[in-house]
């Protein structure tokens, strides 16, 4: 099994950063790659940015492209998500998620369903 949990949300104003954290444990030897994904009330989860937990590959969402930065630590298990120039829109709980398969990823990256973890979230609020 492998554990997620993030950090690093909040409330900000628009325009404003925040970096998003993610640590993972357990059996990290699994992982294949890691993603960030976005649920905003009433709306479906989405995709928001992914990288391969080794050759630092990285994917992101048209919505979040030129304003968001996926890395990540190996020796700290840690992934982040960079996030400068909020919007509102950008407001929404915010999911770590892991994924081992390298065939899944590179078909079905975006796909929350692919994913075989999840953290338990965290709150991203940016005010107008």
């Known amino acids: 099994q492998v554990q997620l949990v993030e950090s690093g949300g909040g409330l900000v104003q628009a325009g404003g950063s925040l970096r998003l954290s993610c640590a993972a444990s357990?059996?990290?030897?699994?992982?294949?790659?890691m993603g960030w994904f976005r649920q905003a009330p009433g709306k479906e989860r989405e995709f928001v940015a992914g990288i391969t937990w080794s050759g630092g590959s990285t994917y992101y969402a048209d919505s979040v492209k030129g304003r968001f930065t996926i890395s990540r630590d190996n020796a700290k298990n840690t992934v982040y998500l960079q996030m400068n120039s909020l919007k509102p829109e950008d407001t929404a709980v915010y999911y770590c998620?892991?994924?081992?398969?390298?065939?899944?990823?590179?078909?079905?990256?975006?796909?929350?369903?692919?994913?075989?973890?999840w953290g338990q979230g965290t709150q991203v609020t940016v005010s107008s």
């Open positions: 357990g059996r990290t030897f699994n992982i294949y790659a």
């Open positions: 998620a892991a994924l081992r398969s390298w065939l899944t990823y590179t078909s079905s990256y975006s796909r929350w369903d692919a994913y075989d973890y």
